[in-house]
């Protein structure tokens, strides 16, 4: 059994800040990488940013330079540091751990969303 708890979301003007966090429990024998995904309301689900475990990182092209992913390994968790927010930004925001289970099977699984709303 895996858990995430995803915190954070929120509503903010354009131009602010929100920080989200994902925090992961339960049978991990390791985590391979964890990210965060988006879906806006008509739009199909794509990629925020994604952390491997040996630090790496991606981004959307939409979101360089002002979003930045971070992860704490002895907490299980990832960050996504969301500044300089735009009205686009809003969605809701998805949590995506990839990890290997003790039979060393790869995994993923998603959260349950956090809303974020950027107002004009």
């Known amino acids: 059994q895996v858990q995430l708890v995803e915190s954070g979301g929120g509503l903010v003007q354009a131009g602010g800040s929100l920080r989200l966090s994902c925090a992961a429990s339960?049978?991990?024998?390791?985590?391979?990488?964890m990210g965060w995904y988006r879906q806006a309301p008509g739009k199909q689900r794509e990629l925020v940013a994604v952390?491997?475990?040996?630090?790496?990182?991606k981004y959307a092209d939409s979101v360089k330079g002002r979003f930045t992913i971070s992860r704490d390994n002895a907490k299980n968790t990832v960050y996504l540091q969301m500044n300089s927010l735009k009205p686009e930004d809003t969605a809701v925001y998805y949590c995506?751990?990839?990890?290997?289970?003790?039979?060393?099977?790869?995994?993923?699984?998603w959260g349950q969303g956090t809303q974020v709303t950027v107002s004009s």
């Open positions: 952390i491997t475990s040996g630090g790496s990182t």
């Open positions: 995506r751990l990839n990890y290997s289970d003790y039979d060393l099977l790869e995994n993923d699984y």
């Open positions: 339960g049978i991990i024998f390791s985590i391979n990488a």
